[in-house]
């Protein structure tokens, strides 16, 4: 029987050297293909002709090792993310020893004893806001979907004016994306008849929080706190800053505030 072989021109070319072309009828190197390649198991490296080549470890990459060398498979220290995983994006960390001293004695509290995810920073109805300037920060969103993880921490000090007599003030911290609330926590402080330390009371503030799908583009975050009332408007009352008297018991630096803002957007490769 008579059997007849074609090689179609174009497709598959043999060279006398051993150069040989698929998609191209002039091959530059022993194979070369042009156009799309399937791979249907492993890719072995650094084989001879006694000998298979190196299939790698699960979670290796093939490295260069430069013109005339096999390349080699290497492990690399680093975490590759699959779809729909989330990836953290940044950081930002703040810090601000000024702190609000403009609450103290002689101001009363707004008395207003709730807030809303969205309350205007400037809206006087729903509170007397004061900035910690300190802890402004400028980002950007990039995927819409995302998580925002808030965590605020501050000093709190307050001084009866009788250190013998038991003071509180109700003050409350909160959150502010573009100006609108996002996360609040309200709080107290009390005095508790200490004479030793001329009736000084310090405390530590902390909110934590997550926002979830914050929307594509620049955004602005800002943290403020304000009064709600006091036992005593003589009572002298800062936040992330000693009070006005307080005798060496505490400074700026130990009473500071701080802020970090982890950025975390969803992974996805498509476009």
Known sequence: ??????????????????????????????????????????????????????????????????????????????????????????????????????????????????????????????????????????????????RLTYQFQTGVEMKS????????????CGVFRNGKLVAVRPDRIESNNNSEKGGIQDYIFTLNYTEQNVPVGAHKIEIACRKIDASSTSSQFTIGRNVQDSNGVSNAFTLESTMKMDVIEFVSYKN
């Open 161 to 172: 004016p009788t250190a013998t007599v038991i003071n509180d003030v109700r003050f409350t």
């Open 1 to 146: 029987m008579k059997k007849t072989i074609y090689f179609v021109a174009g497709f598959l070319s043999f060279y006398a050297n051993a150069q040989v072309g698929i998609g191209t009828p002039k091959p530059k190197s022993t194979l070369d293909v042009n156009g799309k390649t399937t791979l249907r198991r492993e890719l072995r490296v650094g084989g001879s002709s006694t000998q298979a080549g190196d299939a790698g470890l699960n979670g290796q990459i093939l490295v260069s090792q430069g013109e005339g060398k096999s390349p080699v498979w290497k492990s690399l220290n680093v975490s590759f993310m699959e779809e729909g995983q989330y990836k953290l994006i940044n950081s930002y960390l703040s810090s601000d020893q000024v702190g609000i001293t403009t609450l103290t004695n002689g101001i009363a509290g707004d008395n207003i004893f709730k807030n809303s995810v969205g309350d205007n920073i400037t809206d006087g109805t729903k509170g007397k806001w004061v900035k910690i300037s300190g802890l402004e920060n400028n980002f950007t969103i990039k995927n819409g979907r995302n």
